[in-house]
Structures are given as structure tokens and as C-alpha cells.
């Protein structure tokens, strides 16, 4: 009954069970007792453990220097809610996200525009959706309830699909169309297509006069250099195309367009959002059915914590710079030595006890960031711990879903909750009073009971028996801005943007050429990353997972395999400014000659013996059947990938990373 997923789980999911029940799961705290990275720990109990945290956390506070503490959260840390009311009472630390899901383009590019983010597809009742390097049919923060709709939206209204991507994704395996595209270069397709929209009289000129900060015969003279001809010269794909769809995108009505790595994954990440949302303003699906809507969550009293930083790659730039330094470093859930790009150099960073002189990791298993800890917490998984969570309504209807424990937590294990509330009574003074709770269930119970109309929809108890609460007599509302307007400055769309032009930035949405990309050499490529459905950075060590896909090859296209002498499976080295990887290759002609692609989520030197594929024996029989030993875990493409930012969002350049590929 849970109004997102209908009660559907991915493979990922699915494999809880083998985090949960991991004969690698690191389940007592540790000490190092030698040099950083050294692989040698003392075991010692929960009082020492945050005794030694409380005795640096607690002089940051009494100095006033708060923002010493450095907290990066991962999958299963960012919307811990009891965590964050004690990261709020501690003060303001500095708080950012492993990026896990890399959004920090998309969700600035959409909050400048409309006020707030994310955006919800209504794809359900759309009949054309435009997707510009999504991927949602294999890997998206909405993943299943996505892919449910997008499915629903084709079998009910005969809904088009169409992918611009530089690969073959299995979501543009399953749509209409794919289109191939020179990497980088959505945005300047989004732009041709309002240009011919526009041109063709085809826009919803009532949205665009009344409900954005620009008006049409404005647009039309912005647009005027971004034709299809020209966007053809820029990314490949032919003007006619170009025309064709953007006719079709204007008169199918009702639309969604989606967005995905494929642009945020680029330096002009932001720009090229701000690209896709002028053409949905100029096509008016803003807030309708079947269009992109503006997203319905529940207020839980999340706290909103200011921060230095948007993304972990970035804080991590500064520490590689030596602008800021944390006296305090946690890592919850989060394993930027492996998950970041530049990951030899964020291995670096923090065996630098200059740059970081505490380091504490709190995970399930041993990461490559918790082989550096000086202090290591066993966590709970979420399969043993409490929290609420509200997260955008698909069918916009604002809902509450409770985690609550299946089983206790294994070994000595807790969850970070009641970690939080001892460390308050060992800190003492206002920050305890703010956690006067006994244990998690406690905060939970509170919380919940403070949401309008839940005591009258069973309460606590009613919501702990349906695991969901859907807010009484919600239904899905549409065009909410016609009464409130637009949570912006001006309370309308922001097509003109005062606060990128404040600055320095463009104020209207242009097209920004990569520079990296200019200057292409006859032996370059442009090596892109993905996820496949049934793995992340944080479950290599998920046997079922780990089964399936143990082995990310590097995708060619046969002719530009041919150009190098390259065949199907022969071992290359890949080799750009971060460094080399040597893998397989497979040939497909789902990517674009331009391009080659790797899938992340393999090549780990930590996290347990499945992620690092070998067979020992355990108190788990199938540890012994590891039968892919030979074939090795795989390569991390982050060590290729060079430490560089989105200079707006300042979220990581994931997708631009200029390569050689030789035969090995």
C-alpha cells in the first residue's frame, strides 16, 4: 500500500538481507593502534569509543567552532532525522552528501528556476516523455515508482519515449527512440527545440507571459543563435530530427521531461538544467497533469543545516587546497576514499593527520575510508533501526512512510540514533535538553504524533501497523502556483535568473561549450559512468549483487575499437590526468564513438570478501562458492576520474574526463 512503490523492491533491495546478515559486517568498535591505513585495530567498548568522540567534539563547541566538524552522509545516513535535529542542537557544522545519487546540478539548476526541487514526472499521465540522460529503468532516486509510471504512461495513453544518451541504457533500449548525442551537448538540443517551438507558434504563451519573469517575444530573440542547424553542428544530431521532436513534444500534451547524469554529470551541468527547464516552460507543463510537477512531502521538522559545501568532492577540494581543514572529520555511511573521483587522492587527504586530525567512521562494514579511521562505530543496518521519511509523491499526495526494526542490531552494533542521544547526555547542557529522548522509538513516537491529522488516522500505533500514513483526504492537486505562486523571489518561474547573474553567471539559460572537450585530440575519448540495476558503490559486498556482476568491462564502439586495433575482450589500458586502469573490453554499438563507458560499483579493496571476490570460509556456506575468483572484482573508475567541479552547483565532473585507450 505504499503510494510510491505499491510495495515493489528492486534487486537492490532485495539484497538488504545480504548486508544485514554479512559475515563481513563489522559488529564491535575499533581503535587504530598503529599508523593510518596500516590494518591494525584495537577492539574497544561503546563507552570508550564515544568518550573519545565526546572529547573532541565537546572543546569544537565550547570554542565556538562548530564548523570544525565535518559530517559527510551517505545512502542511509542523509535523511537520518534523529542525526540531524543532534547535528542542528550541536550547532553548524558543516554538513554535505557523498552523492550517492549525483543530483547537486540538477537540484540548483531546478530550485533557480522554480523555486524548489526535485521535480516529480507525472509520467503516468503523460503521452510524450522527453528524457535527457536518465536512466530510470535501471538506476534513479525514484526508481521503482518511476519506471512503474513511465510504464503505466505508455500502456494506458500510448505515451512516447524518447532518449537522448550517449550509451544504450536499458532505458533507452526501451524507448521509442534513442538518439545518440555528443557528450555535454543536451542543452543546446533543449534550446533548438524551444527555438522551432516558439517559431512555430507552438508555445503555451498564457504560462510564459503570466507565470515566468520572461515573455515569449523576449525568448524568441534570446533563442535566435540556438537553431537546429546549429545544435546539429554542436552535438551530432541531425536538424530535421531535432524539429520533429520538438513539434511532437509541444502538441502531444500532456508532457514530462526528465533529466539525469547524462547532464549532471557534466561542467555545465547546472547550465544545461536551466536549458531543460526553459523548454518546459515554453511547452507549460509545469505543475499539470502529466507534465513536471513541483514536489509534495510531509513536514517532519527535518532541519535545514547550512553548510560550506554541496557535495563531498568539493569539500574535499578545499582540503586538497588547504583553504579549511575540519578538526573533527565523520563519515556516516559514506566512503568518499572509494566513492569519490580522485580517489588516490582522497586516500591522501585523509592519511593526512594535518589535514585531518580525527577521523571517525560509522558503517556497516570495513570501507576504504574506515580502513583510514582512527575511530571505527559499528552501525546498524536499516533493516534494524527507526526513522520517519517523507519523500516526494509520485500521485502528489503527501505521505509519511516509518522504518522501524525487522531485528535487533547483530553484535554490538547501534544505530546512529542512539549513538546521538548518548553522545548528548556525555555533551551535556542545551544539546542534551534538545535530545531528552530515551531511545530512537521515543523520537519517533513524538515526531509522528506532531503531524496534522495522523492521531485521527490511527496514531503512532496505526502508522507502525501500515508502515505508511498518506495525509487524510489528500488527493492530487495540480497548477498549485495559480494560488501561491512560485517559491522563488519573484514568486513566478525564473527563466532570467538574478541570483546566477549576481554571481557572474549567465542570468538566461545558454548553452556553455565543456572545455575540455575543445580540444580534442585524434586519440581522445570522453570517458563516461554508469550504474547497472543491480549495484552501487556501497554493495559490493551483497553476494546476490555481486553474483551477477562482478566484472564492469569498458564499452567501445566497434569502430572506434577498430581505429586502435582493439577486439572484442582484449585486456586495455584506460589512461587519463588522475590516472590508469587496465580492464576488458566489450564492444556494442549502444555508445557513441566519442565515448567509452564503465560502470561503477566494482574494484574495491575493502569492504569484505565477496566485494574483493575471494572465497573463504565463514559462518555464511556460500562464501566458499565464490566461483568468479578468476575473473577478478572489477575496476573503480573514480581512479581515472580527476577531482573537478561544476563551478556553480560545485557537485563532481563525473562525465567529461578526456581519455587514451590502448591495447594493454
Known amino acids: 500500500r505504499h503510494p510510491n512503490n505499491r510495495g515493489k523492491l528492486c534487486s537492490r ?107 516529480v514526472n507525472d509520467a503516468a499521465k503523460a503521452r510524450f516523455i522527453l528524457n535527457f540522460g536518465a536512466n ?6 525514484q526508481y521503482v515508482p518511476l519506471s512503474q509510471r513511465i510504464i503505466e504512461g505508455r500502456l494506458n495513453n500510448g505515451a512516447k519515449l524518447v532518449t537522448f544518451d550517449v550509451r544504450l541504457s536499458n532505458t533507452a533500449g526501451k524507448s521509442q527512440e534513442w538518439i545518440p ?96 527547464s526553459l523548454l518546459c516552460a515554453v511547452i507549460g507543463n509545469i505543475d499539470m497533469p502529466g507534465g513536471n510537477c513541483l514536489p509534495r512531502v510531509m513536514d517532519l521538522g527535518e532541519p535545514t543545516l547550512k553548510t560550506s559545501f554541496s557535495s563531498s568532492p568539493q569539500a574535499f577540494s578545499v582540503l586538497k587546497e588547504g583553504k579549511k581543514k ?25 592519511k593526512d593527520e594535518k589535514k585531518v586530525p580525527f577521523l571517525v567512521v560509522a558503517d556497516t562494514h570495513l570501507t576504504e575510508t574506515g580502513a583510514l579511521a582512527d575511530i571505527l562505530l559499528p ?25 522501524q526494526p525487522v531485528t535487533a542490531p547483530l553484535g554490538k552494533s547501534r544505530a546512529m540514533g542512539d549513538v546521538v542521544l548518548d553522545l548528548g547526555r556525555r555533551l ?22 506532531r503531524l496534522e491529522g495522523l492521531p485521527a488516522g490511527g496514531g503512532n500505533q496505526g502508522l507502525k501497523k501500515e508502515g505508511v500514513w498518506v495525509q487524510a483526504g489528500a488527493k492530487p492537486s495540480y497548477r498549485s502556483f495559480e494560488k501561491k505562486g512560485f517559491p522563488t523571489p519573484s514568486g513566478k518561474g525564473e527563466i532570467f ?66 581505429a586502435r586495433g582493439i577486439r572484442e575482450g582484449d585486456p586495455v589500458k584506460i589512461t587519463s590526468k588522475a590516472g590508469t586502469l587496465t580492464t576488458k573490453v566489450r564492444l556494442s554499438q549502444g555508445v557513441h564513438p566519442r565515448v567509452a563507458t564503465l560502470a561503477e560499483g566494482l574494484g574495491h579493496s575493502e569492504l569484505g570478501k565477496i566485494a574483493k571476490a575471494k572465497a573463504a570460509k565463514t559462518a555464511d556456506l556460500d562464501s566458499s562458492l565464490v566461483w568468479w575468483e578468476k575473473e577478478g572484482n572489477g575496476v573503480n573508475p573514480q581512479v581515472v576520474i580527476p577531482l573537478e567541479l561544476d563551478p556553480i552547483a560545485g557537485g563532481a565532473v563525473w562525465n567529461d574526463t578526456k581519455v587514451t585507450v590502448t591495447k594493454a
Open 379 to 403: 552501525m546498524a543496518t536499516y533493516l534494524e533501526s527507526w526513522n520517519l521519511e517523507t519523500r516526494p509523491a509520485m500521485d502528489l499526495a503527501p505521505f509519511v512512510s516509518i522504518r
Open 326 to 350: 575540519p578538526e573533527v572529520f565523520l563519515a556516516y555511511m559514506a566512503n568518499p576514499a572509494y566513492a569519490n573521483p580522485g580517489a588516490a587522492e582522497v586516500v591522501q587527504i585523509l
Open 428 to 449: 551535556g547542557g542545551d544539546l542534551a535538553k534538545a535530545l531528552a529522548y530515551t531511545n530512537c522509538e521515543e523520537f519517533i513516537d513524538r515526531v509522528s504524533a
Open 181 to 276: 548525442v555528443s557528450p555535454g551537448t543536451d542543452g543546446i538540443i533543449a534550446l533548438a527545440m524551444a527555438h522551432h517551438i516558439l517559431q512555430q507558434g507552438l508555445q503555451d504563451a498564457e504560462f510564459l507571459n503570466q507565470w515566468t519573469n520572461v515573455p515569449a517575444a523576449k525568448l524568441i530573440e534570446h533563442l535566435a543563435p540556438y537553431t537546429p542547424e546549429q545544435a546539429e553542428k554542436v552535438s551530432g544530431v541531425k536538424a530535421a530530427e531535432i524539429r520533429r521532436l520538438a513539434v511532437e513534444l509541444a502538441q502531444a500534451k500532456p508532457a514530462t521531461i526528465l533529466t539525469g547524469r547524462g547532464v549532471g554529470g557534466h561542467q555545465n551541468g547546472v547550465l544545461t538544467e536551466r536549458c531543460v
Open 136 to 141: 530510470p529503468y535501471e538506476n534513479h532516486e
Open 13 to 119: 533491495g532485495h539484497a538488504g538481507l545480504n548486508v544485514l546478515y554479512d559475515p563481513d559486517r563489522l559488529l564491535a568498535p575499533l581503535k587504530r593502534s598503529g599508523a593510518r591505513g596500516e590494518g591494525r585495530w584495537t577492539g574497544i567498548t561503546w563507552e570508550q569509543a564515544l568518550e573519545e568522540v565526546s572529547k573532541r567534539l565537546a572543546p569544537l563547541r565550547q570554542q565556538e567552532k562548530t564548523d570544525a566538524l565535518w559530517v559527510e552522509q551517505g545512502i542511509g545516513g542523509e535523511h537520518d532525522l534523529l542525526f540531524l535535529h543532534f547535528l542542528k542542537a550541536y550547532g553548524g557544522p558543516a554538513v554535505f552528501s557523498d552523492g550517492s545519487f549525483p543530483n547537486e546540478s540538477r537540484a540548483l539548476g531546478q530550485s533557480l528556476t522554480w523555486g524548489t526541487e526535485p521535480l
Open 497 to 562: 535568473s538574478k541570483r546566477l547573474l549576481d554571481r557572474g553567471f549567465p542570468a538566461l539559460p545558454v548553452y556553455a561549450p565543456i572545455p575540455a572537450h575543445q580540444d580534442f585530440k585524434e586519440d581522445d575519448l570522453i570517458l563516461t559512468v554508469h550504474r547497472v540495476n543491480v549495484m552501487t558503490p556501497g554493495l559490493g559486498n551483497a553476494k546476490w549483487l555481486a553474483e551477477i556482476f562482478h566484472a564492469n568491462f569498458l564499452w567501445l564502439n566497434p569502430r572506434t575499437a577498430e
